[in-house]
C-alpha cells in the first residue's frame, strides 16, 4: 500500500526546510518499507500569488482531497502580499475546508538544546497544545464601516459553536486520558463575557465523561506566566485558536527555540486528509541564509508517518534528531550553532535506524 503525500513548500524558510523534512521522510520510509509517493505544488505561495493574482487554484479543494496527508512548509511574505491575504487564501482555507479541527502542537525540551529557562533538563518540560484549529477568535465575520470618518469602526466576531468547542475539548480529555491524566483549560472568562464563559462551562461538562482526568484552568494571562515559571506543571493544555496560537510560540520558546516545533492539523474522522507543518512560519529574516533550523519540519514529517500508521517509523525519526541534537556537534544557529540546515538534515538522516 502506497500513501500519497501532498507537499507544499510554500514560502521563504519553508522551501527550505521542507526538502530536509523529505529526506528524513524518505530515509525513515525505506528502512522501514513504507510505500510513499509525493507530489509537490507551488501553490500558497506568494510567488504563485505574483503570477496569479491569488493562493491558491479555484480546484484546489478536488487537487488535494484524496491525498492521504498534506505535508506543508510556511507561508506568507507581506513584501509581496498582506498576511491576511496570504494566510485566509492558503492555510486557513486548507484547516478550514478539510475540516482540521484540532492542532495538535507537541512542546518537549530536547537533549542538548539550550535551555532558556534556568535549571531546566529534558523530563521537565513535556506537554501538548490541543488548539481548536476552525472556529473561535479566527473568522471572517466583521466589517468596517463609515470608512475613512471620524465615525470608522471595525467589528471582529468570535464564534464558538457547541459542536466546534465540544469536539476540540474531548479530543484532549481522550489525549490527557492516554497521557499522564492531566488537563489544563485556557479561558480569559473574567474580561471575556460571553465566548470564554461558554468554553469553560463545555470543559467542566464534558469533565463528566472523565472523572480521572484533573482538570484546572487559568486565564491565558497567568497561564502565560505559568508557562514561564512552572512548564512543568502541564500535561495536555487545551486552548481557543488564538489562545493556542499563543501558547504554541510560547512554549517552544521555552525549550530554546521556535524551530523545532511541529504540528499536525488533524481531521480525526479521516474524511479529509490532515495536513503537517511546522509552527513556525516563513521567516523573511532568515530566508535565503540557509540557516534554518530544519527539526520542526522533520518533527511534523514523523507525526505525519505516525498518523498514517507508522508509529515505529515515526518513533525512529524522533530518536534520531533526539541523538542528533543530544551530540551537539550539528547545530544551527538557533541552538547557537553554525551548522546550515542541509548539513542538520543530512546528519539526522543518517542517524534514522530500524532497530
Ligand atoms: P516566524 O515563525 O516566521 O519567525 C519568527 C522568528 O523566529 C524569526 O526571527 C525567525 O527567524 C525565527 N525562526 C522561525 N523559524 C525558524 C527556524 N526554523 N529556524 C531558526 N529560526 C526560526 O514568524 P513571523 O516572523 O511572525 O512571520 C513571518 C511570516 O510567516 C509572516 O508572513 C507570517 O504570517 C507567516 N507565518 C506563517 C505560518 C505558517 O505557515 N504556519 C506560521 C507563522 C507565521
Ligand atoms: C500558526 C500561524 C498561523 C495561525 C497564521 C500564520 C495565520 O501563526 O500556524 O501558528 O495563526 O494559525
Ligand atoms: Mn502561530
Not at 50 to 60: A, E, F, R, T
Not at 114 to 138: K, M, Q, S, W
Amino acid at each position: 500500500m502506497t500513501h500519497s503525500i501532498a507537499v507544499i513548500p510554500g514560502d521563504g524558510i519553508g522551501t527550505e526546510v521542507m526538502p530536509e523534512g523529505l529526506r528524513c521522510v524518505r530515509r525513515a520510509a525505506e528502512l522501514f518499507g513504507i510505500g510513499l509517493s509525493f507530489e509537490e505544488f507551488d501553490f500558497a505561495s506568494a510567488a504563485y500569488w505574483s503570477k496569479h493574482g491569488q493562493m491558491l487554484p479555484d480546484n484546489w479543494f478536488d487537487t488535494l482531497k484524496d491525498f492521504d496527508a498534506l505535508y506543508f512548509g510556511a507561508v506568507g511574505w507581506p513584501e509581496t502580499v498582506p498576511d491576511h491575504v496570504s494566510l485566509w487564501g492558503s492555510l486557513l482555507q486548507f484547516r478550514r475546508g478539510f475540516d482540521q479541527y484540532v492542532s495538535l502542537r507537541p512542546v518537549r525540551l530536547l537533549p542538548g538544546v539550550p535551555a532558556p529557562l534556568a535549571g531546566r533538563v529534558p523530563g521537565d518540560i513535556d506537554f501538548v497544545v490541543v488548539r481548536e484549529n476552525t472556529e473561535g477568535e479566527y473568522s471572517d465575520i466583521g466589517g468596517r464601516i463609515f470608512e475613512g470618518t471620524d465615525r470608522e469602526a471595525v467589528v471582529q466576531q468570535t464564534v464558538m459553536t457547541r459542536t466546534g468547542v465540544d469536539r476540540i475539548v474531548r479530543y484532549a480529555y481522550e489525549l490527557a486520558e492516554r497521557r499522564g491524566k492531566h488537563l489544563t483549560s485556557a479561558t480569559k472568562s473574567n474580561g471575556i463575557s460571553y465566548s470564554m464563559p461558554y468554553w469553560d462551562e463545555r470543559v467542566a461538562a464534558l469533565g463528566a465523561a472523565h472523572p480521572d482526568v484533573r482538570v484546572d484552568k487559568f486565564h491565558i494571562d497567568i497561564l502565560s506566566a505559568h508557562f514561564v515559571l512552572h512548564p512543568d506543571w502541564f500535561d495536555v493544555v487545551v486552548a481557543s485558536n488564538l489562545f493556542g496560537d499563543i501558547l504554541s510560540d510560547l512554549g517552544p520558546a521555552c525549550t530554546g527555540t521556535i524551530g523545532v516545533a511541529p504540528s499536525g492539523n488533524i481531521n480525526p474522522g479521516g474524511a479529509h486528509p490532515s495536513l503537517f507543518e511546522p509552527v513556525h512560519g516563513s521567516a523573511p529574516d532568515i530566508a535565503g541564509q540557509g540557516i534554518a533550523n530544519p527539526v520542526g519540519q522533520i518533527w511534523a514529517g514523523a507525526m505525519m508517518l505516525d498518523h498514517l500508521g507508522h508509529a515505529d517509523a515515526a518513533a525512529a525519526i524522533v530518536d534520531a534528531f533526539e541523538r542528533v541534537l543530544a551530540r551537539g556537534e550539528v547545530r544551527t544557529p538557533d541552538l547557537g550553532g553554525t551548522a546550515t540546515c542541509t548539513e542538520l538534515g543530512r546528519e539526522i538522516a543518517a542517524a534514522i535506524t530500524a532497530e
